[in-house]
């Protein structure tokens, strides 16, 4: 899975810039859909070690939060949507805290 010697040998800086392009993107949106991209590009170069796991991470939780955003969006017409758009953003929200702090500690996501 992955070495824990090679902490240093792989950089976790682009996937912490990722952590905050999605934090920002509650202001600026864009900014999640960079991180994505970021996060797409950099896995292939952290294959095998422990920040590999953060940008799986990244992509699973951008691309779950859009599309149960998306699903949010077409329920708004029955209302319902709104509580869907509202519990995929506080999960977001929990992924990008849970990650960031994994981590600035060193450790893969489980």
Do not use: C
């Given at each position: 899975?992955y070495?824990?010697?090679?902490?240093?040998?792989?950089?976790?800086?682009?996937?912490?810039?990722v952590?905050?392009?999605?934090?920002?993107?509650?202001?600026?949106?864009?900014?999640?859909?960079?991180?994505?991209?970021i996060?797409h590009?950099?896995?292939?170069?952290?294959?095998g070690?422990?920040?590999?796991?953060?940008?799986?991470?990244?992509?699973?939780?951008?691309?779950?939060t859009?599309?149960?955003?998306?699903?949010?969006?077409v329920l708004?017409l029955?209302?319902?949507?709104?509580?869907?758009?509202?519990?995929?953003?506080?999960w977001?929200?929990?992924?990008?805290?849970?990650?960031?702090?994994r981590?600035?500690?060193?450790?893969?996501?489980?």
């Open positions: 899975m070495n824990p010697n090679e902490v240093r040998q792989v950089s976790k800086n682009p996937a912490t810039v952590y905050a392009l999605y934090a920002l993107s509650f202001f600026v949106g864009i900014t999640a859909f960079i991180g994505v991209l996060a590009i950099k896995k292939g170069d952290a294959e070690s422990w920040v590999q796991s953060h940008y799986s991470w990244q992509v699973r939780s951008f691309w779950w859009f599309l149960w955003s998306a699903i949010g969006l708004t029955v209302w319902i949507g709104y509580l869907v758009i509202l519990g995929a953003l506080g977001f929200i929990y992924r990008i805290v849970k990650g960031w702090l981590l600035l500690e060193e450790r893969p996501i489980d």
